[in-house]
């Protein structure tokens, strides 16, 4: 059975599926699709219109400023910061 025809449920070969796409289309191996990544989808398939517009409507992603974080213990004081970058 042509695992991209099921849709009653969400496997690890669904899974498999996406992650290789995913790595077939980040060229950089930033672990990012980028919207000129994004360009080469099935060999220019898609135009700039439609990639700025799915770009326009993807959520932002989330970046962590390990730096400014302040870990609190149990106790109310401040823990260590461990593993954070300095500037």
């Not at 969400?10 to 995913?22: A, K, Q, T």
């Not at 398939?45 to 990639?51: D, E, F, G, W």
């Not at 959520?59 to 870990?71: D, I, M, Y």
Request: one cysteine or more; a negative charge.
């Amino acid at each position: 059975e042509d695992i991209n025809k099921v849709t009653r449920y969400f496997s690890y070969e669904h899974f498999y599926v996406l992650y290789c796409r995913f790595w077939e289309l980040d060229h950089d191996r930033d672990y990012r699709i980028t919207r000129e990544d994004l360009l080469k989808y099935g060999d220019q398939s898609l135009s700039h219109m439609i990639v700025d517009r799915i770009f326009d409507a993807a959520p932002r992603p989330f970046e962590l400023q390990l730096q400014q974080q302040q870990v609190t213990t149990p106790d109310g004081g401040e823990g260590s910061n461990a593993g954070a970058e300095t500037p």
